[in-house]
């Protein structure tokens, strides 16, 4: 039998992206983890992709500390998310793709 799924109104994506990076602000990686697809795609912002959950998890690690990054705003555009978020001495631009559920990719920008 078929699996059947609803995919997100672009308000559910946009909670689902939020969450994630409250978690990560709050220090709570396995919750910050457990909203991203095992098959997911990360590019980072010097523009080195990671694959698969593992490898999405050590790249993040540098965020585990509460309060590494702060959401500054957060936007639907068609199918992505898109939001901006501090860091203690920088500003990326983060774009996200959400289906199901989970985050099934991320590609981070710096920011001028």
Not at 25 to 36: T, V, Y
Not at 75 to 104: D, H, M, P, Q, W
């Amino acid at each position: 039998m078929k699996e059947s799924h609803k995919d997100l109104s672009p308000e559910e994506a946009k909670a689902v992206v939020s969450e994630f990076v409250d978690s990560l602000s709050e220090g709570r990686m396995i919750d910050a983890l457990d909203l991203i697809a095992m098959d997911a795609v990360l590019r980072d912002e010097t523009g080195r992709e990671q694959r698969g959950i593992r490898a999405i998890a050590k790249s993040l690690l540098p965020y585990r500390e509460p309060h590494a990054v702060a959401l500054e705003t957060i936007e639907t555009a068609g199918a992505e998310v898109r939001v901006l978020f501090r860091r203690k001495k920088s500003r990326l631009r983060g774009s996200f793709s959400v289906s199901r559920g989970r985050i099934r990719s991320l590609r981070l920008d710096p920011t001028p």
